[in-house]
């Protein structure tokens, strides 16, 4: 059987989505929604925006990001899009919106947000994402009976998600590939966060986060942010977490490299075979907790065999030592969020399923499902902070310091895939991209 365009199945996905949307309408009482892309953010005191980033409810509509459009849905119709192209001079005004999803709206050009209110018909209708005066006065603003269902439900990825998820993999992997080189080549972190944006076709503001992009120390850093322009001499490592997106929908890559052969390197592969049998842990019906547990006691058997801790991995858990070199959670939902949302849901209704105890960090804890995209991400890091915590309350005598005085110079170790639960072996987005890039 051939494999389905993403046309097609934007057409299975838009279903979906306004079944969805039915069954959190009934739930809530309401007649219609209206779906906010939102408005540009100025900075305090002057004319300029913060770079535009439409809603996730919105956008899991469409794949149109423009700012000052609305999708209007009422069950049994079809949605109608409210697309603003305002006349203009100082900036130009988006285009006309075409594509394959086009033919599924019923669009509407108009020149200002305040059109929209004649356009709408009487009832009583959610309004999802960036109030403004537009909507003003024409129904409840997220009300939670609504997004709390829709916002649980987008945790299943369908088809057409995933296969922009995987879109969005593949120009990450080949930007990655490039930001490899350039560290190879002599390249600075700044050099390399150019080099990447260059390989990804993506300006910095299209990109879903903030390059991490750090050498040695740095590494250590976990949202290092600085991108220093001058590359130091006798440079040891170099971590890079970066993404892409695709028509909304982000992928999260991390890699790490060592310059040299050694014990860095040999600390990198050990994490990379733990990681892979990690992500193949990501199976409908396992709870996420769980992964996240057994990373800690991966980490603990590197940390022993490597020597940086003395005794058992199980009681390097037990006292919480791995917490100090694994200081953050194993992953975390993907999809139009790069810590997409109701991470911590316990049911469409509401509730909270916790996290466990002394893993404060950890940003998912629901039972996985098929068509769960989540990251599968451990990590080994020397934080001074930590380190010097765990000195002072008794847990350091369990470390080697002179290997961590060793090790130290190179920050720290992360790798992360993006992958994917359904039935059968896990679907891992990001080493599958990797591979056909080369």
Known sequence: MAKKTLAELY??????VSARADRAMIAGGYDGLIMCSGSPVYYYLDDNTYPFRPNPRYRAWLPDGSPD?????????????????????????PERPEGYWVEHFDVTIVRSPAELRPA????????????GPATEGLGDHDPPAVTGPLDYARAVKTPYEIECMAVASAAGARAHRAAEQAFSAGASEYEIHLAYCRAAGAREEELPYNNIIGFDRHAAVLHY????????????SFL??????????????????????????????????????????VRPGVDYRDIHLEAHRAVAGILVTHGIVSGTPDAAVESGLTSVFFPHGIGHLLGLMVHDA????????????????????????????????????????????LLEA??????????????????????GVRIEDDVVAQ????????????????
């Open 11 to 16: 057409g299975e996905h838009l279903s979906e």
């Open 69 to 93: 459009c609305y999708v209007v849905y009422r069950p049994g119709e079809r949605p109608k899009l409210m697309f603003t192209q305002p006349d203009d001079y100082w900036y130009l005004p």
């Open 120 to 131: 709408i018909g009487k009832g009583r209708w959610a309004i999802l994402g960036q109030p």
């Open 225 to 236: 942010q600085v991108l220093d322009r001058h590359r130091p001499p006798g440079v040891k």
């Open 240 to 281: 890079i977490d970066a993404g892409a997106q695709y028509a909304g929908y982000a992928c999260d890559i991390t890699r790490t490299y060592a310059a040299e052969t050694g014990e860095f390197l040999d600390l990198i592969r050990s994490l990379d075979a733990a990681q892979q049998r990690l992500a193949g842990r």
């Open 342 to 385: 109701a991470g911590f849901a316990a049911g469409p209704d509401g509730g909270t399923r916790e996290k466990p105890p002394g893993h404060p960090y950890l940003r998912l804890t629901r039972d996985l499902e098929p068509g769960f995209v989540v990251t599968i991400e451990p990590g080994i890091y020397f934080i001074d902070s």
């Open 390 to 411: 765990a000195r002072a309350d008794g847990r350091g005598r369990a470390i080697d310091w002179k290997r961590v005085a060793a090790l130290r110079p190179f920050g």
């Open 423 to 438: 039935a059968g072996a896990p679907r891992n987005l990001t080493r599958e991209a990797f591979a056909a890039a080369g």
